[in-house]
């Protein structure tokens, strides 16, 4: 007798929510028993986690603050993951995003520029677009693996960020701080409500989803990344350029993570500092796969997460929850998705001797 | 100590967390699969080893529990991908970010406190060589144990019918399953292997090398461990080759004075990075180019 898994053919509506929801239950409940094991009061830390994000309307704005990063990255990450072209260096575009875009305000920090704004989110994007577009090249020409590489440029990324920071870019009043100048006032992008944190880019974000919408279940080139996804064979059978595919996707998620890096210095920030590298790119990874790759689930996911982060700075106050908590949690949450996933996608199938 | 006598001290302490990753990725790799989850693997048996040391004072207990949980995390890696078939890419970084994340939760109580190194042990006779006998030859016991595991690492990869067995899983896994090799337990044991090396990494690193505990310590050393298998084309002595080289580069600015040139830092600390883009792209062209003849 053997267990074999079986895919099923169609997986149904009900199983697509219902698997990032299990897997939500499931780490829940593998937190609480983490946590009790720690001595951290498990139902104090699990309130604050998930219920206090939405108890104050500041802390709600920062849900939102925190989702328009994230959701921009995500959106473009998927495309190429349905596409299999793995761009995990959405983190090095993020950053490469936010220091083009802080050229212009370090050069005019009196902002004597007309257009700051527009020409940092351009410059932001197209620099996310072109360091993307580095993996795509040496993938297409020459088949280096766009995850190895993409990985490597993130990381090199920091290092270029912390040389401008340490060195020609360094606020020359900022008391030897690694950081930029402020940003003049038209550098900054405007906010969408009084008194709180969220700006436009939560708008940006928004529309790239339905951008994402429309292309990937609506248009052909959305039907061309998903068949090179789940056949790749098929693809090229059918004609379809492996090699636009590639370069598709990675200047795509290249474009989002770029624009999202320039809008977090010309957002929250106002200046280009070490913290900018806080590892959204990374998170937008698990955002877009519990979202399950689809543009509305990483709507969802990418609010989930946003509530976990705030949440998880509460905790720290109020049930003494480590900050890396939330890296905890959203580890399970992946793995647990992983898992939930499988099965729903796969029935378990029990091969009996007899049959063979 | 002048910088080149700190080097020649340094580098081989410096480069053993990368070896000790890097060739159990080697090995996870060769199987035909890709763990990106060396950074949270190592962080975790980081953690725990300096917990293991800290209250029992036994060296060999804090790696030992640090190879076995850095294990279990890989198994949990190993379950995703070989048994439930999910995307490897995720799944590695589910279990880094998830060991990351554990490493600082059991970590918290003991942040910046510190425990005893391991002593340094000369090589019989060769140690009175001046220069490097004082320094490069005296080592603690860890350095010289890896260097024999490296040899017999080399040795079963390269002489024995296992290493042709794990070669022949990740060449071309269809064909070893119809010789009846059980791949899927073959590839089991070589995650294993591989959370086993990293958690060696992370203990050497948090109870050896710097021996206190700091939060996000082990700085990034599991991706570049993951660019050194590369950088080594698979084959063990090019990774401890490499391992040496980006040990080198990992002190950074201690490497630019030995050198006398003022180089940024982050030029030096970027090195590995391009060095291992180059590297790929030198490799993936020949059998591209072999792929695209068919």
């Given at each position: 007798?053997?267990?074999?898994?079986v895919?099923?053919?169609?997986?149904?509506?009900?199983?697509?929510?219902g698997?990032p929801?299990?897997?939500?239950?499931?780490?829940?409940?593998?937190s609480?028993?983490?946590?009790?094991?720690l001595g951290?009061?498990?139902?104090?830390?699990?309130h604050?986690?998930?219920?206090?994000?939405?108890?104050?309307?500041?802390?709600?704005?920062?849900?939102?603050?925190?989702?328009?990063p994230?959701?921009l990255?995500?959106?473009?990450?998927?495309?190429?993951?349905?596409?299999?072209?793995?761009?995990?260096?959405?983190?090095?575009q993020?950053?490469?995003?936010?220091?083009?875009a802080?050229?212009?305000?370090v050069?005019?920090?009196?902002?004597?520029?007309?257009?700051?704004l527009?020409?940092?989110?351009?410059a932001?994007?197209l620099?996310?677009?072109a360091?993307?577009?580095?993996?795509?090249g040496?993938?297409?020409r020459y088949g280096?693996s766009e995850?190895?590489?993409?990985?490597m440029l993130s990381l090199?990324?920091?290092?270029?960020?912390?040389?401008l920071?340490?060195?020609?870019?360094?606020?020359?009043?900022?008391f030897?701080?690694?950081?930029t100048?402020?940003?003049?006032?038209n550098a900054?992008?405007?906010?969408?409500?009084?008194n709180?944190?969220?700006?436009?880019?939560?708008?940006?974000?928004?529309?790239?989803?339905?951008?994402?919408y429309?292309?990937?279940e609506?248009h052909?080139?959305?039907?061309?990344l998903?068949?090179a996804?789940?056949?790749?064979?098929?693809?090229?059978?059918?004609?379809?350029s492996?090699?636009?595919?590639?370069?598709?996707?990675?200047?795509l998620?290249g474009l989002?993570?770029?624009?999202?890096?320039?809008?977090?210095?010309?957002?929250?920030?106002?200046?280009?500092q070490?913290?900018?590298?806080?590892?959204?790119?990374?998170?937008?990874?698990?955002?877009?796969?519990v979202?399950?790759?689809?543009?509305?689930?990483?709507?969802a996911?990418?609010?989930?997460?946003?509530?976990?982060?705030?949440?998880?700075d509460?905790?720290?106050?109020s049930?003494?929850?480590?900050?890396?908590?939330?890296?905890?949690?959203?580890?399970m949450?992946?793995?647990?998705y992983?898992?939930?996933?499988t099965?729903?996608?796969f029935?378990?199938?029990?091969?009996?001797?007899a049959?063979? | 100590m002048?910088?080149?006598?700190?080097?020649?001290?340094?580098?081989?302490?410096?480069a053993?967390?990368l070896?000790l990753?890097?060739?159990?990725?080697?090995?996870?790799?060769?199987?035909?699969?890709l763990?990106?989850?060396?950074?949270?693997?190592?962080a975790v048996?980081a953690?725990?080893?300096?917990?293991?040391?800290?209250?029992t004072?036994?060296?060999?207990?804090?790696f030992?529990?640090?190879?076995?949980?850095?294990?279990?995390?890989a198994?949990v890696?190993?379950?995703?991908v070989?048994?439930?078939?999910?995307?490897?890419?995720?799944?590695?970084?589910?279990?880094g970010v998830?060991?990351?994340?554990?490493?600082?939760?059991?970590?918290?109580?003991y942040?910046?406190?510190?425990i005893s190194?391991?002593?340094?042990?000369g090589?019989p006779?060769?140690?009175?060589?001046?220069?490097?006998?004082?320094?490069l030859?005296?080592?603690?016991i860890?350095?010289?144990?890896?260097?024999?595991?490296?040899?017999?690492?080399w040795y079963?990869?390269?002489?024995?019918k296992?290493?042709?067995?794990i070669t022949?899983?990740?060449e071309?896994a269809?064909?070893?399953?119809?010789?009846?090799?059980?791949?899927?337990?073959?590839?089991?044991a070589?995650?294993?292997?591989?959370?086993?090396?990293?958690g060696?990494?992370?203990?050497?690193?948090?109870?050896v090398?710097?021996?206190?505990?700091?939060?996000?310590m082990?700085?990034?050393?599991?991706w570049?461990?993951?660019?050194?298998?590369?950088?080594?084309?698979?084959?063990?002595?090019?990774?401890?080759?490499?391992?040496?080289?980006?040990?080198?580069?990992?002190?950074?600015?201690?490497?630019a004075?030995?050198i006398?040139v003022?180089?940024?830092?982050?030029?030096?600390?970027?090195?590995?990075?391009l060095?291992?883009?180059?590297?790929l792209?030198?490799?993936?062209?020949?059998?591209?180019?072999?792929?695209?003849?068919?």
């Amino acid at each position: 007798m053997k267990l074999r898994l079986v895919r099923r053919d169609a997986a149904s509506r009900l199983a697509m929510f219902g698997a990032p929801v299990l897997a939500l239950i499931l780490t829940c409940l593998t937190s609480l028993i983490l946590f009790a094991l720690l001595g951290i009061p498990a139902g104090k830390a699990l309130h604050a986690l998930l219920l206090k994000p939405f108890l104050s309307w500041y802390s709600f704005s920062e849900v939102l603050l925190k989702m328009a990063p994230l959701l921009l990255i995500a959106q473009g990450l998927a495309i190429g993951f349905r596409a299999n072209v793995f761009n995990i260096g959405a983190e090095g575009q993020f950053i490469i995003g936010a220091i083009c875009a802080s050229a212009f305000p370090v050069f005019y920090p009196d902002g004597n520029l007309p257009f700051m704004l527009p020409a940092m989110i351009v410059a932001g994007g197209l620099g996310g677009m072109a360091y993307a577009g580095i993996a795509a090249g040496l993938r297409t020409r020459y088949g280096a693996s766009e995850i190895l590489v993409t990985l490597m440029l993130s990381l090199i990324a920091v290092q270029i960020l912390n040389y401008l920071l340490l060195g020609p870019w360094k606020d020359p009043r900022g008391f030897n701080f690694p950081q930029t100048v402020m940003f003049p006032g038209n550098a900054l992008l405007p906010l969408l409500f009084e008194n709180v944190r969220p700006n436009i880019s939560l708008i940006f974000a928004l529309l790239a989803s339905l951008f994402a919408y429309l292309m990937m279940e609506r248009h052909f080139r959305g039907y061309q990344l998903r068949t090179a996804g789940l056949a790749p064979k098929a693809a090229l059978y059918a004609g379809f350029s492996a090699p636009r595919m590639i370069w598709l996707s990675l200047a795509l998620s290249g474009l989002a993570a770029g624009i999202a890096g320039a809008s977090e210095v010309a957002g929250p920030l106002g200046q280009l500092q070490r913290s900018v590298a806080t590892g959204y790119g990374y998170a937008a990874i698990i955002v877009a796969y519990v979202g399950g790759l689809r543009p509305f689930g990483i709507v969802a996911s990418s609010f989930l997460i946003s509530v976990l982060y705030i949440g998880g700075d509460s905790a720290t106050v109020s049930a003494g929850l480590p900050v890396a908590a939330v890296e905890v949690f959203q580890g399970m949450l992946l793995s647990f998705y992983l898992l939930t996933f499988t099965l729903i996608r796969f029935r378990v199938h029990l091969d009996r001797e007899a049959t063979a | 100590m002048s910088a080149v006598e700190f080097l020649l001290a340094g580098t081989l302490a410096a480069a053993l967390p990368l070896l000790l990753a890097a060739l159990g990725e080697m090995v996870v790799e060769k199987t035909g699969l890709l763990n990106l989850g060396l950074e949270g693997m190592m962080a975790v048996g980081a953690a725990i080893a300096f917990i293991c040391v800290y209250h029992t004072g036994a060296h060999v207990l804090g790696f030992m529990a640090a190879a076995i949980v850095s294990a279990i995390l890989a198994m949990v890696f190993a379950f995703l991908v070989i048994l439930v078939k999910a995307n490897q890419v995720a799944a590695g970084l589910a279990i880094g970010v998830l060991g990351l994340g554990l490493s600082a939760l059991f970590g918290k109580t003991y942040e910046s406190l510190t425990i005893s190194g391991l002593p340094e042990y000369g090589l019989p006779l060769l140690s009175h060589i001046p220069l490097i006998g004082p320094t490069l030859l005296t080592q603690d016991i860890v350095v010289w144990l890896a260097v024999i595991g490296t040899i017999a690492l080399w040795y079963v990869l390269n002489k024995t019918k296992l290493g042709l067995i794990i070669t022949a899983v990740g060449e071309n896994a269809e064909a070893a399953r119809a010789i009846g090799y059980p791949v899927a337990v073959i590839r089991c044991a070589a995650v294993a292997f591989g959370g086993t090396m990293c958690g060696l990494a992370g203990a050497y690193a948090s109870t050896v090398y710097t021996p206190l505990w700091a939060d996000g310590m082990i700085a990034g050393r599991g991706w570049i461990a993951l660019a050194l298998v590369v950088f080594g084309t698979w084959q063990t002595g090019r990774v401890a080759f490499g391992a040496l080289l980006f040990g080198i580069l990992s002190l950074g600015e201690l490497t630019a004075q030995a050198i006398g040139v003022a180089i940024p830092s982050q030029v030096l600390s970027s090195l590995p990075y391009l060095v291992t883009i180059l590297m790929l792209v030198v490799i993936s062209r020949h059998q591209f180019r072999a792929s695209k003849r068919l």
